[in-house]
């Protein structure tokens, strides 16, 4: 029964990522198509930075190239594809390395200093892409000391600073049906943890440490163990 439900949970969680990743797709799509319109989506709320070159390149390499670290790093989580397939395994996990630490955090981090929210939001934005490099290049670094239970953990805390782009629209997303459904119409002068900016700036810190949070109690609980077996256990290097 436990293997069972260890299975369905599997299950669960790839079509979840599965999804994100279209939905990824889906946002980033409208935008590439001529003739390329910055008055729609994300774009209308941030007409006063439309005119700012360097801010367009970044959106543009951002959103393009969140779909392909989003796929890229649900490969790692393949206990098969890890094993029966360990090049297929290292040639997905440098691309999802290279592009993070190359294309993906940078762009994000031109970004987070135009965040919507104002100073408070977009320090947030600015903490998370440093921490999402940061985490990704340990990542890298202990895979190349071949310190394979330590590579894990930080795959497992990047890939989740890499999905608080999901739960940041999943977050946003959900209170404005909530106050759609409820009637709650805000007005500047008041003031609303419901509305904006309040709302966006507690978001955006809980998008990601959030989900840094549940990266720690999984690992915590010995997810690392399906992988590499317990910690006594030889682990088996690539």
């Known amino acids: 029964m436990h293997r069972f439900l260890g299975y369905i949970a599997k299950i669960l969680v790839l079509v979840v990522i599965l999804f994100s990743a279209y939905q990824m797709a889906i946002i980033a799509l409208p935008y590439y198509v001529p003739p390329f319109p910055t008055d729609i989506d994300f774009l209308l709320s941030k007409q006063l930075v439309i005119d700012l070159r360097h801010w367009m ?27 029966k397939y360990p090049k297929w395994h290292r040639n997905m996990g440098k691309l999802y390395i290279f592009m993070i630490l190359v294309v993906s955090a940078p762009s994000g981090l031109v ?13 947030a934005f600015v903490l998370q892409a440093v921490g999402w490099w940061f985490l990704t290049y340990m990542a890298y670094r202990t895979i190349r000391q071949k310190k394979l239970r330590e590579h894990g953990e930080y795959i497992l805390r990047s890939y989740a600073m890499t999905m608080s782009a ?73």
């Open 111 to 123: 970004m987070a200093f135009y965040g919507n929210g104002g100073p408070p939001a977009q320090f």
């Open 166 to 238: 999901i739960t940041l629209r999943l977050g946003t997303y959900g209170v404005s049906v909530y106050k759609a459904n409820n009637g709650i119409y805000c007005e500047p002068e008041v003031f609303s943890m419901l509305c904006y900016p309040h709302f966006y700036i507690l978001v955006a810190w809980i998008s990601w440490i959030g989900n840094l949070v549940i990266a720690e109690i999984l690992i915590w609980v010995g997810l690392l163990n399906y992988y590499l077996g317990k910690p006594k256990e030889k682990n088996i290097e690539f």
């Open 57 to 83: 390149i970044a959106f543009y390499i951002h959103i393009g190239s969140s779909v392909i670290v989003l796929a890229a790093g649900l490969t790692q989580f393949s206990k098969t594809l890890m094993f």
